[in-house]
């Protein structure tokens, strides 16, 4: 017999080594072939009188198994619930069977049987369904290193552990660790999981089958202990034991409260360990598959699995590049700028494994890119997350210099200096005269047209935009914006280096603001306008917090600071004259930062006062300047604003083709501004309600709020038609 995903091969002891490596995939994955081939290794290994166990391993360097195939996952599109449900069950039934050795749980426990001894020989990473793989075998031994995880990450794509997850985790570590570890997603290390009862043991490597072997010919006859008589949950469990009842209490209320609401999936990972910790384990498998069913047939789960997994990997991997270019090899960068986003640029391209020349107007503005990067490799060092010498061998990628002759032999140009065409223009002349005359040159940029500064460029071919969000280590996306001339070679350079620096990278087009920047100023602003008329503050973060969104518009406004609001007021009016629209707000940023000297976080306070070694507060000196009304809105008021002001112009720069499809919509909006998550972002939503319930519902705000929430007349049209925003199969 042989198989696609595994070799399968008896020793002289009767034991079976088991080795996954799913061809194709860099890390082994459940698919459907996968699956095949699993079942009937356990059918042979529970039938065959020859096979005495087995060891179950990986036969990738990359990992054990890193869950199931999410894009299979997305893409079933089951006839009926029951169909959905036994297709869930499917896994469940499998891993069951081999834990049990197709014994019943009655004979086991009773002793009358005993299943055959399966132990896992974890050589990397575990995680989701490979976890749950490796919890279904009775022996778990796992590499001794200490950059492999185990975990269950389902939550953050909307799903939950439906491999066994929620019920084999609570059984062996307790209903506590195990509700921490699947609601949030967050994986644990070997040593952790050791300590915890997860596993049983941590080796080397190259000791792991053999010691797997050992246990199995030690162990002939097993059963996990949940299959044995007196059975309890380490820590309680059940409905009648005062310790889990206290626990589930906690645990909902916390939920809840750090979700908000919005993830159905924590919820259901709640339900799953409450009701499956009063039956038995092959009844509480069932009401996990029940629950797993409910949420791959949701539009949330298949959304937040689109997004935030299929388009997500899928634009990591460069679905934008033009194919013809052949691929680039980028060595070295340099970057103009050692400020705020040049520190930043330097310390993620070295982190991706290049070395980066970094220019300043002088030698000690330049070493404020190296200042940078030390700041947060010590504290790295001091955590003992990184040693002293790969900090130092780190620092050592970074050349700051004055001098643009130490450009010459660069790979790429990225430019980050004031934002100041002049400035701009100067930068690049000087660039390209000393850089090889087939470098690409990204600006940073976040205001000024790319095609306007490509027109000081010798060759406006090989210009091109990349905007970075700051802090730039943290922050996930890249919206990289082809100019008018900007050449295949350019974008295909830059999502080169975008993979390396490991971005979710957007292409969008060449306009003021290009998409992120387009969407957040008047998300900002409703939530300004709203203080003006007297919706109380916190009303107005909570709001916000409640829709899904990380921070409140008020503290993002601090962040980015009010002066900065103020000035763009400023010189949009100067550049735009007569045809300026006002935003309603400009008497508020001038007040604030003109008259009270609030600019925001970074000095003097804001909406926020931010005492020194204390938490940050609303002001409340602010209802002195802005009154509060007597008659507040309902919370589900202000949410509605709030999600419509970032929803319709996001959809203005889908019907202008400022973003190019729906999926890049999304993907900016959530990994640029945080767009609420849940949602698998502003197109996913619109999809969801339905393209005519969100023009009725954006026409009844016009007519209450203003024209700011007027739909653009493509959707209106999309509406009437009944099309979606996504084609059937994006
Ligand atoms: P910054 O003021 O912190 O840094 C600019 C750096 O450029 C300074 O170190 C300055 O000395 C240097 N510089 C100025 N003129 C120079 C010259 N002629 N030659 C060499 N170096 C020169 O500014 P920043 O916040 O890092 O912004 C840089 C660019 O990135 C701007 O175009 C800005 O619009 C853009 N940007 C900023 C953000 C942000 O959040 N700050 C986000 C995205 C894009």
Sequence with gaps: MTYKTLSFEVDSDGIALVTIDVPGETMNVWNADLIEDFAGVVDRIVEDDGVKGAVITSGKTTGFMAGADLNMLGGIEAASMKEAFEGAFRLNAMLRKLETGGKSAKELKKGLAHAKPIAAAVNGLALGGGLELVLACHYRVVSDHPKVQLGVPESMVGLLPGGGGTQRIPRLIGLQNAAMMATTGKPTDPATAKSQGLIHDVAPADELVAKAKEWVKANPKTAQPWDKQGFKFPGGGGAMDPRSVQFFIAANAMAQKQSKHNYPAIRYILSCMYEGSIVPIDTALRIESKYFTK????????????????????????????????????????????????????????????????????????????????????????????????????????????????????????????????????????????????????????????????????????????????????????????????????????????????????????????????????????????????????????????????????????????????????????????????????????????????????????????????????????????????????????????????????????????????????????????????????????????????????????????????????????????????????
């Design 295 to 730: 949420l791959l047939a949701s539009d949330q789960t298949r959304n937040m699995i689109r997004t935030l997994f299929v388009n997500k990997q899928a634009a990591e991997k460069g679905a934008a590049r033009p194919k013809d270019v052949p691929a680039s090899d980028i060595k070295t960068v340099g970057v103009l700028g050692a400020g705020l986003m040049g520190s930043g640029i330097t310390h993620v391209s070295v982190q991706g494994g290049m070395n980066v020349i970094v220019l300043d107007r002088d030698m000690d503005a330049a070493e404020g890119a190296v200042a940078y990067s030390r700041k947060i490799l010590d504290k790295k060092v001091s955590r003992g997350k990184m040693t002293q010498e790969k900090a130092d061998a780190f620092l050592a990628k970074i050349k700051p210099t004055a001098d643009y002759n130490d450009l010459k032999d660069v790979d790429l140009i990225i430019e980050a200096v004031f934002e100041d065409p002049d400035v701009k223009a100067d930068v690049i002349k000087k660039t390209e005269a000393v850089i090889g005359e087939d470098i690409i040159f990204a600006s940073n940029t976040s205001t000024l047209p790319i095609t306007g500064l490509a027109k000081h460029s010798k060759r406006p071919e090989q210009f091109i935009g990349m905007h970075f969000f700051s802090p730039v280590e943290k922050m996930p996306l890249l919206e990289i914006i082809p100019g008018e001339k900007s050449g295949d070679k350019a974008l295909a350079v830059a999502l080169d280096y975008n993979k390396k620096i490991r971005k979710t990278p957007i292409v969008v087009k060449d306009v003021r603001g290009f998409y992120t920047n387009r969407v957040v100023p008047p998300y900002l602003n409703e939530a300004m306008l709203l203080v003006k008329e007297g919706v109380k503050p916190a009303l107005i973060e909570n709001a916000a917090a409640n829709l899904g969104m990380p921070v409140g518009p008020l503290a993002l406004t601090d962040e980015t600071s009010l002066s900065l609001g103020w000035m763009l007021v400023q010189s949009t009016k100067k550049e735009l004259g007569d045809e300026y629209k006002p935003t309603g707000v400009e008497d508020l940023l001038e007040t604030m930062v003109e008259k009270l000297g609030r600019h925001g976080r970074k000095s003097g306070g804001g909406f926020y006062d931010y005492p020194e070694g204390g938490k940050k507060h609303l002001w409340p000196g602010l209802s002195e300047y802005f009154p509060l009304a007597d008659d507040q809105p309902s919370v589900d008021d202000v949410k509605d604003r709030l999600l419509y002001a970032q929803l319709i112009p996001a959809a203005h720069c889908l019907a202008d083709g400022i973003v190019p499809d729906a999926k890049s919509a999304d993907l900016g909006a959530i990994f640029g501004w945080g767009f609420a998550p849940w949602s698998g972002g502003p197109a996913s939503y619109i999809d969801t309600v339905g393209l005519d319930e969100f023009v009725s519902r954006a026409d009844s705000l016009a007519q209450r709020f203003g024209e700011r929430f007027h739909p653009p007349a493509a959707f209106r049209d999309k509406a009437k038609s009944g099309e979606k925003l996504y084609a059937k199969a994006a």
